[in-house]
């Protein structure tokens, strides 16, 4: 298992060492029951994003984390703002992560699901075109369906006029679709903490001052605050900050 620049736990156990893939994966882990963990990268000013992308702010810690949390669930969720905007391609997985995932008795891939009321989605897209396991679309019952679509994706009606998210995560769980990792984007995280439907954060925070004028993480309108408890605090040799939050 690879280790690449040094992560190492602080809280509530500080490891002996430098934590590699199998330490990181088991400290993650895969809940017992149907769970929603977030994954977002932030500078320590709270910015979403440096010149308008969240690449500026991740690095090789973040990157390596990003993509054990990849290895570790059933299917990554992400708003079609994020995958419009970030460019998204299929969700690939290397070698050794595939099989970590067959030995799991895991599918080789998670499932892509992407979240759009206005059904503003190319199917040419690589997220879509290339995807090697296909996709989900959870959107409304009002949203025209672009032509081609349903070639790619199951498009799958939560909601009349606007995306119902728990009914739209539960049809994912019939899908047997339990372990849920959303990489955003804000509209979306904001929505699924109105929702009360965030079981966990794992926010990566980037030594970095962005500076005034990019948003935060979270959008959209207010909603109730809700309390969620610190399970661990990582940090790498460069000063990035990898903290998990999650109910009990
Ligand atoms: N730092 C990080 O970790 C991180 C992570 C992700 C994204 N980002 C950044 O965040 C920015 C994108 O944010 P954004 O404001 O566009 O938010 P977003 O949540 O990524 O996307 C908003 C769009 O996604 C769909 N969507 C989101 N929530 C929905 C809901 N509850 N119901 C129905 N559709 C929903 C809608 O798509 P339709 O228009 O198709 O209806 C909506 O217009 C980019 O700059 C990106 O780089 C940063």
């Not at 500078?43 to 810690?61: F, W």
């Not at 997985?93 to 080789?108: F, I, M, P, Q």
């Not at 925070?205 to 399970?231: K, N, Q, W």
Request: net charge negative; hydrophobic share 45%; glycine share 10%.
């Amino acid at each position: 298992m690879s280790v690449g620049m040094p992560i190492a736990a602080l809280w509530p156990e500080p490891s002996a060492g430098p934590l590699d893939d199998a330490a990181l994966a088991a400290l993650y882990g895969r809940p017992d029951r149907p769970h929603l963990r977030m994954n977002f990268v932030s500078s320590i000013d709270g910015a979403v994003t440096v010149d308008g992308y969240s690449a500026g702010l991740s690095g090789e810690p973040d990157k390596r984390v990003f993509g054990l949390l990849r290895m570790l669930c059933d299917a990554l969720v992400v708003a079609a703002g994020t995958l419009r905007h970030e460019g998204y391609r299929a969700v690939r997985l290397d070698e050794r992560r595939r099989g970590w995932r067959r030995a799991h008795g895991l599918a080789e891939y998670p499932t892509l699901v992407v979240v759009s009321g206005s059904l503003d989605l190319d199917p040419a897209h690589a997220a879509f075109a290339d995807a090697p396991v296909r996709p989900v679309v959870l959107t409304r019952a009002d949203a025209a369906v672009p032509p081609g679509l349903t070639d790619v994706a199951d498009v799958v009606t939560c909601g009349a006029d606007r995306v119902d998210l728990a009914t739209g995560l539960a049809e994912l769980r019939r899908r047997g679709l339990d372990q849920l990792l959303c990489e955003g984007g804000p509209h979306l995280f904001g929505a699924l903490t109105a929702a009360d439907l965030v079981d966990e954060v794992c926010l990566t925070v980037a030594p970095l001052l962005a500076g005034p004028g990019p948003g935060r993480i979270t959008a959209g309108d207010p909603g109730p605050v809700r309390h969620l408890p610190l399970r661990h605090v990582l940090a790498a040799e460069d000063g990035t900050l990898m903290l998990r939050y999650a109910r009990d």
